[in-house]
């Protein structure tokens, strides 16, 4: 496949000092680009220059991006990678972490990209957009993150039209990837193992750099061939992945795979499974 010349590219990457946004970094910075990431909190052995930014904080995304253009001296490569994941059953009223995720997977994503679109513009860049397999194919009791990230993809699209004719917008569908994201569903006991199969993070990392650095910008990219079947069959035959997924929920509920999980006693209760 042809490619773009990675060399001298201006890149900034969101969640630059977290499992994906490390690797992005690494791997572009090692091909030749110039990267400066953006990170609540960079870390001292960080592969490329991290700004410290909260990309909740409205005032403070234009302050660092502008920051961070400056020093790059323009932009051709915006990398919304930064997100949260959490539980959240979608039969519950949401709180705070459900806030919190819409505000960073969306909000955070539109701020800094907003943030970029006129050095972009110029530069006829490019905006990759880190959704989720979650965003065509839900998985229950984690009903905020998929709700963030079909939002991004809706965000994309909206953001294709109106500037499409001058930057490129690509959205990447990894599945699973072992990270720390997983942590709190995990000590909430509403662990998904079993319900998604866990994907390399290299091969993340390859398809983001192929909606990167690809002649042509491409509209969406699962990130494994598994993936894409998934990516198929949620946008061509829902109704189906649906009975899939809810078939492997009622299974996980009745051999007690949520015992104890507060935040999934009505699922274990209407499945018939032991708490």
């Keep these: 496949m042809s490619t773009r010349?990675?060399?001298g590219m201006r890149v900034l990457?969101?969640?630059?000092?977290?499992t994906f946004g490390r690797a992005i970094c690494a791997r572009l910075d090692a091909l030749g680009a110039h990267v400066?990431?953006?990170?609540r909190a960079p870390r001292p052995d960080d592969p490329v220059e991290v700004l410290a930014c909260d990309l909740t904080d409205d005032d403070a995304v234009p302050v660092a991006v502008g920051e961070a253009i400056a020093r790059l001296g323009g932009l051709d490569l915006l990398i919304n990678n930064a997100g949260i994941g959490g539980p959240a059953p979608a039969e519950l009223p949401p709180g705070e972490q459900v806030r919190r995720q819409l505000d960073i997977n969306l909000l955070g994503a539109w701020r800094v990209t907003a943030a970029c679109v006129d050095a972009l513009v110029a530069a006829r860049g490019r905006v990759v957009m880190l959704s989720s397999r979650m965003a065509v194919m839900q998985l229950p009791l984690a009903a905020a993150y998929g709700a963030s990230k079909r939002a991004l993809v809706a965000y994309a699209d909206a953001l294709r039209l109106e500037i499409g004719t001058h930057v490129g917008v690509t959205c990447v569908y990894p599945s699973a990837?072992?990270?720390p994201?997983?942590?709190s569903t995990a000590a909430a006991g509403l662990s998904l193992e079993g319900m998604s199969r866990?994907?390399?993070l290299d091969g993340v990392v390859r398809t983001v750099l192929r909606a990167a650095l690809s002649r042509r910008a491409r509209r969406d990219l699962p990130t494994t061939r598994r993936g894409a079947v998934e990516f198929f069959l949620a946008r061509h035959l829902p109704a189906l992945t649906d009975r899939i997924v809810a078939r492997t929920?009622?299974?996980?509920?009745?051999?007690?795979?949520f015992a104890g999980a507060d935040l999934a006693a009505g699922v274990v209760a209407r499945h018939g499974g032991t708490r």
Excluded: N, Q
Aim: proline fraction near 6%; aromatic fraction near 4%; hydrophobic fraction near 30%.
């Design 249 to 257: 929920l009622a299974g996980r509920a009745r051999s007690g795979a």
């Design 36 to 39: 400066i990431g953006l990170d």
């Design 5 to 7: 010349d990675p060399r």
């Design 198 to 200: 866990y994907e390399p």
């Design 181 to 183: 994201i997983h942590d």
């Design 13 to 18: 990457v969101t969640g630059a000092s977290g």
């Design 177 to 179: 990837v072992r990270s």
